[in-house]
């Protein structure tokens, strides 16, 4: 007769199945940090860097420092912050597929945002790998500043280093990662404190990089040199009309009419 206590082991192993194997970390250009685990990313397909356009210094700085974090050389954690859409993540991405093409022994490593308190765990895994990681924090923000010192204490000052080999990239639509509660501030014994609490995130990235939202020439130019890679027809009144329509010109709206182009002239986007 089967022990109950080895029937409810089983039915709780069932529930909670165990973490996906340790992907080799030196053989992938990409992984998912995924319960505990490293795991080869599918499909990385990052955009060319010639394909984004309007951020010209941006993708040079971010490249230059994935650069000398690949070589081994001192390198910044790097917050790309700004408006919806501007080619944040997808600059990201693109840097690291660079400096791999060229040579460089990068890797990027993704991270959900609600997962910042298995870091050290993952460095832990990074640390031995003789190659470098870029870790990508996608879309972070925080609703108060005591939310954000986990991050804070990894990034600088706390107990236990981070690897030399790795360092955070994050993207965020807010500059200082921080909602900034005016009614906080005011009802602070020193509002000065307050404002600082809040930046003391943001201060800690040595690259900061700001995207903007992009004039309509600008949002020309990026459908244009889609339209020209892809091969399909622009009709700059037609692409700024698909703009007008979703209220706002960025290059994820100016990536959503090319797709939806492409499938107005029966063309897959490969």
């Known amino acids: ?7 409810i082991a089983a039915a709780l192993e069932r529930l909670s199945p165990p ?3 340790q992907a080799d970390a030196t053989a992938h250009p990409a992984y998912v940090w995924r319960e505990g685990a490293l795991v080869a990313a599918r499909d990385f397909r990052p955009l060319p860097m010639d394909m984004l356009h309007g951020v010209e210094a941006q993708k040079d700085a971010l490249v230059a420092n994935m650069r000398r974090l690949a070589a081994g050389h001192a390198a910044q954690d790097a917050l ?13 991405k693109a840097a690291v597929a660079q ?38 924090l996608d879309d972070l923000g925080f609703d108060a500043a005591a939310d954000a010192r986990v991050l804070r204490s990894l990034l600088e000052g706390g107990a236990e280093a981070r690897p030399a ?48 939202v992009v004039d309509q020439d600008g949002y020309c130019a990026i459908v244009r040199g889609y339209a020209e890679r892809y091969g399909l027809p622009f009709d700059a009144a037609d692409a700024i009309q698909w703009a007008t329509r979703r209220g706002s010109r960025s290059g994820r709206v100016a990536w959503q009419y090319v797709v939806e182009l492409a499938g107005r002239e029966g063309k897959a986007l490969v």
């Open 1 to 7: 007769m089967t022990d109950p206590m080895d029937r």
């Open 19 to 21: 973490p996906p194997p």
């Open 165 to 212: 080999n790795v360092r955070l990239i994050v993207t965020s639509n807010r500059r200082h990662l921080v909602t900034r509660d005016i009614r906080e501030q005011e009802s602070a014994i020193n509002p000065r404190d307050s404002i600082d609490d809040q930046m003391a995130l943001a201060d800690r990235f040595g690259l900061s990089l700001g995207f903007h």
């Open 99 to 136: 400096v791999q093409r060229d040579g460089g022994a990068i890797a990027l490593v993704e991270v959900a945002a609600d997962r910042l308190d298995t870091l050290p765990r993952l460095f832990d895994a990074l640390a031995p790998a003789p190659r470098a990681f870029a870790v990508f």
């Open 80 to 92: 790309l912050w700004g408006a919806r859409g501007t080619g944040k993540s997808a600059l990201v």
